[in-house]
């Protein structure tokens, strides 16, 4: 829900936080496959900080900033600060590279009111953030590596028509015309060992570095940018960040920030409008809901319903004092995949009569085979 107390703030209700925990395990899944290590920073920093890296002089109009006694505070509106902190907490050697530090880091930004836009623009966000220190013979492969965890995630989230740009140096930004060219050249000759169609967005590329943005088209035929990888080698230079090469010398990494899905929170609303809030199984916050056919029945659809919660089906309950009809119509403006009624037969055979969206009546199921139903239909 969306509060005046705090415009723009997203309150997450229980079936939408597991929504964000489902995607979340999704992205997570790719960290594990690529190596990633998982870190948490701090949401306040002190303001000096954000002088360093560059955000003051290119962004401060949209960041939050607080006082405490002489010493001035900022929310962060991005992660690569703290994660530049914690790469430079330790010396490094070439062969620990390249370096993945991942963070589902919470950031805030002061959005004009007039652009707010539900789940889709909003103030305060996580971003399924990572910051890969590498060396510049490392760029081409971690950016397919990037590219490819992105196309594998959105065509798991249903997503077939994707787009890609490459954004190029924009009007307001840091660093000089040579290093530009070198990190834009990176990207361009990434994109073409994949053999990657791509457009060219001149002058929208971040402040410190260009940019490839991922756009996703929904059902209704609208455009999403979500997924970004951008290559940075401004950052590096302002924290004094280091590796010891094979020549026994300092050299400085090279650092690509990298988004698989952007704002967790636009992606959760494009998710509830691209499915019309009708989830694929797996993904939906609750799978099944439980319905007695009298109150008589509620006791042993309290126990079934344990037994699928304990079998790791997220289920649900209607033991109102309703008409079985009554709750079957609101289970399906619920829109839950299914439904399961119990009653006199189901009580006795210890099962569940199982009505599908998909594929409409099933027939009875034991508890068991239900959930067992449900872990194929997720894995597939």
């Given at each position: 829900?969306?509060?005046?107390?705090?415009?723009?703030?997203?309150?997450?209700?229980?079936?939408?936080?597991?929504?964000?925990?489902?995607?979340?395990?999704?992205?997570?899944?790719?960290?594990?496959?690529?190596?990633?290590?998982?870190?948490?920073?701090?949401?306040?920093?002190?303001?000096?900080?954000?002088?360093?890296?560059?955000?003051?002089?290119?962004?401060?109009?949209?960041?939050?900033?607080?006082?405490?006694?002489?010493?001035?505070?900022?929310?962060?509106?991005?992660?690569?600060?703290?994660?530049?902190?914690?790469?430079?907490?330790?010396?490094?050697?070439?062969?620990?590279?390249?370096?993945?530090?991942?963070?589902?880091?919470?950031?805030?930004?002061?959005?004009?009111e007039g652009v707010l836009h539900?789940?889709?623009?909003?103030?305060?966000?996580?971003?399924?953030?990572?910051?890969?220190?590498?060396?510049?013979?490392?760029?081409?492969?971690?950016?397919?590596?990037?590219?490819?965890?992105?196309?594998?995630?959105?065509?798991?989230?249903?997503?077939?028509?994707?787009?890609?740009e490459l954004s190029t140096r924009?009007?307001?930004?840091?660093?000089?015309?040579?290093?530009?060219?070198?990190?834009?050249?990176?990207?361009?000759?990434?994109?073409?060992?994949?053999?990657?169609?791509?457009?060219?967005?001149?002058?929208?590329?971040?402040?410190?570095?260009?940019k490839i943005d991922f756009h996703?088209?929904?059902?209704?035929?609208?455009?999403?940018?979500?997924?970004?990888?951008?290559?940075?080698?401004?950052?590096?230079?302002?924290?004094?960040?280091?590796?010891?090469?094979?020549?026994?010398?300092?050299?400085?990494?090279?650092?690509?920030?990298?988004?698989?899905?952007?704002?967790?929170?636009?992606?959760?609303?494009?998710?509830?409008?691209?499915?019309?809030?009708?989830?694929?199984?797996?993904?939906?916050?609750?799978?099944?809901?439980?319905?007695?056919?009298?109150?008589?029945?509620?006791?042993?659809?309290?126990?079934?319903?344990?037994?699928?919660?304990?079998?790791?089906?997220?289920?649900?309950?209607?033991?109102?004092?309703?008409?079985?009809?009554?709750?079957?119509?609101?289970?399906?403006?619920?829109?839950?995949?299914?439904?399961?009624?119990?009653?006199?037969?189901?009580?006795?055979?210890?099962?569940?009569?199982?009505?599908?969206?998909?594929?409409?009546?099933?027939?009875?199921?034991?508890?068991?085979?239900?959930?067992?139903?449900?872990?194929?239909?997720?894995?597939?």
């Amino acid at each position: 829900m969306l509060r005046p107390e705090a415009p723009g703030m997203p309150f997450w209700l229980p079936n939408g936080t597991t929504l964000l925990h489902l995607i979340e395990d999704e992205v997570r899944d790719q960290l594990r496959k690529r190596d990633y290590k998982e870190i948490a920073t701090p949401q306040v920093l002190d303001e000096g900080l954000w002088h360093r890296s560059g955000h003051w002089d290119n962004y401060k109009d949209e960041m939050y900033f607080m006082q405490d006694d002489d010493k001035r505070y900022a929310l962060r509106p991005m992660n690569c600060p703290g994660a530049c902190l914690v790469y430079g907490s330790d010396r490094h050697s070439y062969r620990e590279l390249p370096l993945r530090l991942a963070e589902f880091g919470r950031v805030s930004r002061n959005e004009r009111e007039g652009v707010l836009h539900g789940l889709l623009r909003v103030r305060a966000f996580t971003q399924d953030d990572a910051h890969v220190y590498c060396t510049e013979d490392q760029i081409t492969a971690e950016v397919a590596s990037i590219c490819e965890a992105i196309d594998e995630l959105y065509a798991r989230f249903g997503f077939d028509d994707v787009k890609v740009e490459l954004s190029t140096r924009p009007d307001k930004s840091m660093g000089s015309e040579e290093q530009w060219a070198k990190a834009e050249a990176a990207l361009a000759e990434a994109l073409g060992s994949q053999d990657r169609e791509y457009e060219l967005n001149p002058g929208d590329g971040a402040f410190y570095g260009p940019k490839i943005d991922f756009h996703i088209t929904d059902a209704l035929g609208r455009s999403w940018q979500c997924g970004t990888c951008q290559l940075d080698f401004q950052m590096p230079e302002r924290f004094d960040l280091s590796y010891t090469g094979a020549d026994d010398a300092a050299h400085r990494p090279v650092m690509i920030h990298r988004a698989l899905l952007g704002s967790m929170e636009r992606f959760a609303g494009i998710l509830i409008e691209h499915y019309a809030g009708r989830f694929p199984t797996w993904l939906a916050p609750v799978q099944a809901i439980v319905l007695p056919i009298s109150d008589r029945h509620n006791e042993y659809a309290r126990r079934a319903h344990d037994e699928l919660r304990d079998l790791g089906v997220r289920v649900a309950i209607d033991d109102r004092s309703e008409s079985v009809g009554r709750k079957i119509r609101d289970a399906s403006l619920g829109r839950y995949p299914y439904m399961l009624v119990v009653g006199d037969r189901e009580q006795e055979n210890g099962g569940v009569a199982v009505r599908s969206h998909a594929d409409g009546d099933v027939g009875e199921l034991s508890v068991a085979e239900f959930a067992d139903r449900i872990a194929k239909e997720t894995a597939s």
